[in-house]
């Protein structure tokens, strides 16, 4: 059974930095390709980033530079650093995996989420 547990959200000022994390267990972050989306209030779950098995990244344009996705295999655990956050970032953040290890879309395992909120 697969399970994603993230963690890390919270309230940070504008300009601010989060860490999420997430934990994963019945699915291996070195094996099988892992990712991140966010949903707004009222609106669908938006892509952010994505790692394939092989290291291997796919961000969204707008935040390409400010986030960086990485793993930790000793852990079995999946990040997203977040820094110059907007009030805009302001969503639930999921983390997601795939049976597959080379998708750029992986969306069959999803975690419950965590809160982000950017104050102005």
């Known amino acids: 059974q697969v399970q994603l547990v993230e963690s890390g959200g919270g309230l940070v000022q504008a300009g601010g930095s989060l860490r999420l994390s997430c934990a994963a267990s019945g699915i291996t972050v070195s094996r099988n390709a892992m990712g991140w989306y966010r949903q707004a209030p009222g609106k669908q779950r938006d892509f952010l980033v994505a790692i394939t098995n092989d290291g291997k990244t796919s961000y969204l344009a707008t935040v390409k530079g400010r986030f960086t996705i990485s793993r930790d295999f000793a852990k079995n655990t999946l990040y997203l650093q977040m820094n110059g956050l907007k009030p805009e970032d302001t969503a639930v953040y999921y983390c997601?995996?795939?049976?597959?290890?080379?998708?750029?879309?992986?969306?069959?395992?999803w975690g419950q989420g965590t809160q982000v909120t950017v104050s102005s």
């Open positions: 997601a995996g795939a049976n597959d290890g080379s998708t750029f879309s992986p969306r069959d395992y």
